[in-house]
């Protein structure tokens, strides 16, 4: 068992090699804790703490990395296999590592708004600096998977302009990956995400790595219901941290004015054990159900590969921007 002698210091935008103490033997070693206070693989952090140069360089071991990789290039997807492999991976420690516990940390954490002042629109620019790993369009500028999905929705649904804003802003939260932003690993950011705090569903994509996480082995949470009960509704739910609840705090402590539907898609739009399999209904109320034919409708847009119709963003810049002008504050805290 590891344990943390310092607290994380989540201002911290960066790296740093902590020492930790094997509690079996008592000694002192050297491992690489991220921001935000993950401890990350020996196999591919140094004791400097960096990535080890042959795990960048080795195809054939090639895991790819759970921290954010800005500036350096880990993805060799040319094997199917290879990506599938990298996806398996970010499973796993997405699976170990998302704890209820965590979840309330990062929850209390992010929700303090105390990083970043900008708009809505200078965060969409931002977002084009941000790689998430497990994007299949991974060329695709992220503003062009915004205006995609909006003008689609747009299109279709010409008088929900929320929906349309819904649709520009439910990525913004990968900002999460950004050092200014704490600079969270990859499964702290995206992925599929499902709740805490009762047992995960069969169905959650690459289930067997749950055995690692110590809240399925903990009785208060791993039945049907844990903490829950029938009913109580999502919101009392806590959900794996990453991109849409942040995404969601940020809008909902900022006063936005978008109706309840529009919150909903962005705090659920990656739990797809919901969406996709039908899993935790028995955790929905009502308002849930309703909003949830929003999520549907919404999710048959927000495919990647779907539209390859490039967005003039220039031209469509001024509806978006009146959108955002009704629907948020001029500057937003993050
Ligand atoms: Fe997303
Ligand atoms: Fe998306």
Redesign the pocket.
Known sequence: MTILIEQPDLNVPQLEVKKVLDSENNEEMCELVLDGGFVMPKDIADNDGCVKPEVLESNDEFIAPDINAFGQTFRDYNAESERQKSVEEFYRLNHIHQTYDFVKRMREEYRKMDRVEMSIWECCELLNEVVDESDPDLDEPQIEHLLQTAEAIRKDYPNEDWLHLTALI??LGKVLLLPSFGGLPQWAV?GDTHPLGCAFDESIVHHKYFEGNPDHHNPSYNTKHGIYSEGCGLENVMISWG??DYMYLVAKENGTTLPEAGLFVIRY??FYPLHKSGAYKHLMNKEDKENLKWLNIFNKY?LYSKSKVRVDVEKVKPYYLSLIDKYFPAKLRW
Do not use: A, L, N
């Open positions: 439910h990525d995206v991109h849409d739009h990656s927000d």
